[in-house]
């Protein structure tokens, strides 16, 4: 199976220069847990709900004028829409994480892959990412 077949298409993306509050927002208008972050067209960073939630309240820092582009990760994980959903799996076993950014042939943005969609058509593949990641915590 390949990851175009389950990935979720709708993606919003945001720019570096949103603020916390309006990211935040934008999280819970499209009950989402993460966006990707665009800057002219390259995909630069990711953010979740948990580094907003986090960065904001934790660390005490003001959800209006704090740019996400201090909280954002720079490493993005990506695969191809057209990789099959087992190597997508072996990444996010790989490096201990839930979501894949799926990219285009032409390196653009096309989705999301997340655990969630893998255990729809496989429990046994999301069951190994989430296994692996017990084992980090």
Known sequence: ??????????VETIKPT??????????SN???????????????????DRDVSVYAIAIGRDPQS?????????E???????QKLSDA????????IRRLAVLDNHKDISGFLTVDDIAHVSR????NILESSKAVH
């Open 124 to 127: 046994e593949l999301a069951g």
């Open 30 to 48: 499209l009950n989402v847990g993460a966006l990707p972050i665009v800057d002219n067209g390259n995909l630069v960073g990711i953010i979740t």
């Open 66 to 74: 704090t740019e996400v582009q201090k909280v954002m990760s720079r």
């Open 1 to 10: 199976m390949r990851i175009r077949e389950i990935m979720s298409t709708k």
């Open 18 to 27: 949103s603020s916390l509050r309006a990211t935040a927002r934008t999280l």
């Open 89 to 96: 799996a072996d990444i996010m076993k790989e490096h201990n």
């Open 76 to 82: 993005v994980f990506t695969c191809n829409e057209n």
